[in-house]
């Protein structure tokens, strides 16, 4: 790569930079202090980096994030000095508070749990990509998966990039400055209801829990989108649920994401037990599971006070809510729902993330290969 800068004794970056794209090439605009060798004197200027031709601009992003990061380019931007404490509490009213309740809840628990204690004294114009790599390595200690770790670095590099364009010091550290732990790992399996444990749980339960559990299990929905269920998205007669909001810490907020917003057929089983609870209610209006002050019910509420005593009771392994979510995916593929129907039938951003929740064993495929072998070995056998 090569800088259009003009010759001088010394030159430091001091910024990242923006990109340009000018023709069909793309070149990293940033600004630089040049030291004169003969007068020492210094002054800030203006410099030009070639990166090449790209066929997008986040393959540019890319390169320059390479080319950073074999440079130590992890520049300090000149500005105020200030605590890492102190400006996450900064950061918190500026840009946390704007964000939607569920994603201003999980930018909290990672400050709080990850960032504050380990960083929290530490100036923030000390935070380069020497402290991050050993953040990462605290972390991976702790057992944290690659991908929170990944979450982690991520929220802490945008906090340094907003406390940069604020005018406080702070280092620009490029994603490839920092090495996260190797996504290849033994896979945990991820805890679902099975067909068995839903039937035990619907019989040793009743009333409004009974019909939670159920939709829950038979519906395939999110905790929060069945708290935030009201009467009038029940269709019992068409024999659907439409799914339109959900219940985010007591209040009612949209959906999770575009695709969670859907109409999702009901199985027979869940239809009934809809009919005969509703049966038993007069003026079934609003929202179907909410207090005596007519909010919504919280999920952790939910969680520890319905769903762990009763499986404590029953003798059923520990599980949240959205192991219900997670057990429905393989008893529609039983049933011989493509996974593309399965897709839209949970709401799944893409096909990956359905096949991650139709949890097959290798006797799954053992059956499931029998099968299909039998059946073949039948039409081949059937007369003509």
């Known amino acids: 790569m090569q800088s259009d800068r003009a010759p001088a004794s010394h030159a430091r970056r001091i910024t990242r930079g923006t990109l340009e794209l000018r023709g069909r090439v793309y070149w990293n605009r940033y600004r630089c202090e040049v030291t004169q060798g003969a007068t020492g004197e210094t002054r800030v200027r203006t410099a030009r980096l070639r990166l090449g031709e790209f066929r997008s601009q986040a393959q540019a992003e890319v390169a320059l994030n390479k080319y950073l990061a074999l440079q130590g380019a992890v520049a300090l931007n000149p500005g105020l000095a200030i605590t890492a404490c102190e400006y996450f509490v900064r950061f918190d009213r500026l840009r946390i508070a704007l964000m939607r309740s569920q994603s201003r809840r999980a930018y909290r628990y990672v400050v709080a749990r990850h960032l504050e204690p380990p960083l929290g004294r530490l100036a923030l114009q000390a935070i380069d990509a020497t402290v991050v790599q050993e953040l990462v390595a605290q972390l991976h200690a702790k057992g944290l998966s690659p991908a929170t770790i990944g979450t982690v670095v991520a929220r802490l590099r945008e906090i340094l990039r907003h406390a940069r364009a604020a005018g406080f010091a702070a280092h620009v550290i490029p994603r490839a400055a920092v090495r996260l732990p190797s996504q290849h790992r033994a896979q945990i399996e991820q805890r679902h209801i099975t067909p068995a444990e839903l039937t035990r749980i619907l019989d040793g339960s009743s009333g409004e829990r009974r019909l939670l559990w159920a939709i829950l299990g038979l519906s395939g929905l999110r905790i929060g ?4 269920l009201a009467w009038e998205h029940v269709d019992t007669v068409a024999g659907q649920i439409m799914v339109r909001q959900a ?20 199985l027979p089983q869940l239809q009934f037990i809809l009919e005969a609870y509703r049966a038993t209610r007069s003026g079934c209006t609003g929202l179907i599971f909410r207090t005596r002050t ?3 019910r919280r999920a952790g509420d939910v969680r520890e006070r319905w769903l762990r005593p009763l499986l404590q009771s029953l003798g059923i392994p520990p599980a949240g ?3 219900f979510r997670h057990g429905l995916p393989g008893r529609l593929d039983d049933l011989g729902l493509s996974p593309a129907a399965i897709r839209m039938f949970m709401g799944h951003a893409t096909l990956a993330m359905t096949e991650r929740y139709i949890h097959r ?3 799954d495929l053992r059956e499931q290969l029998a099968a299909a072998l039998k059946r073949s070995a039948d039409q081949g056998s059937a007369p003509k």
């Open 225 to 228: 989108e069945a708290l935030g």
């Open 294 to 296: 007519g909010r919504p």
């Open 247 to 266: 219940a985010v810490n007591g209040e009612i907020a949209p959906t999770k994401t575009r695709t969670a917003r859907r109409d999702v057929p009901l």
């Open 321 to 323: 809510c959205h192991a």
């Open 361 to 363: 064993s290798s006797a």
